[in-house]
Nanobody, 126 residues
């Protein structure tokens, strides 16, 4: 398993911004997909954004236009820039990685991921 460590969570007011980071202890160059998921109390895990090894990105409807996923292969780090944040963004945020090159149709499916971080809490208050 490849350890992943998230950071950058915290409390922010409505309309504010946060940037989450996910540092891997190994090279992420050969990851097929990497993604951010979130889970609010009493709710299931929700895909927020993903990036395929080709660079192709996918966003949930709630994240489109506000969040940007990116990765730096040289730093083995995945990022999630969150702008114009809303109270409904409050959740525990997790990064995930799928190693290898086996094709998967969707990088937003949590079941495909082999490695998970421990999560970082994001709270948006009005």
């Amino acid at each position: 398993q490849m350890p992943l460590v998230e950071s950058g969570g915290g409390s922010v007011q409505v309309g504010g911004s946060l940037r989450l980071s996910c540092a891997a202890s190994e090279s992420i160059y050969n990851t097929y997909c990497m993604a951010w998921f979130r889970q609010a109390p009493g709710k299931g895990r929700e895909g927020v954004a993903s990036v395929r090894f080709t660079g192709a990105t996918t966003y949930s409807d709630s994240a489109k236009g506000r969040f940007t996923i990116s990765k730096d292969n040289g730093k083995n780090t995945l990022y999630l820039q969150m702008n114009n944040m809303k109270p409904e963004d409050t959740a525990q945020y997790y990064c995930a990685a799928r190693r290898g090159r086996e094709f998967v149709s969707s990088c937003m499916n949590p079941d495909i991921y082999t490695d998970w971080g421990q999560g970082t809490q994001v709270t948006v208050s009005s």
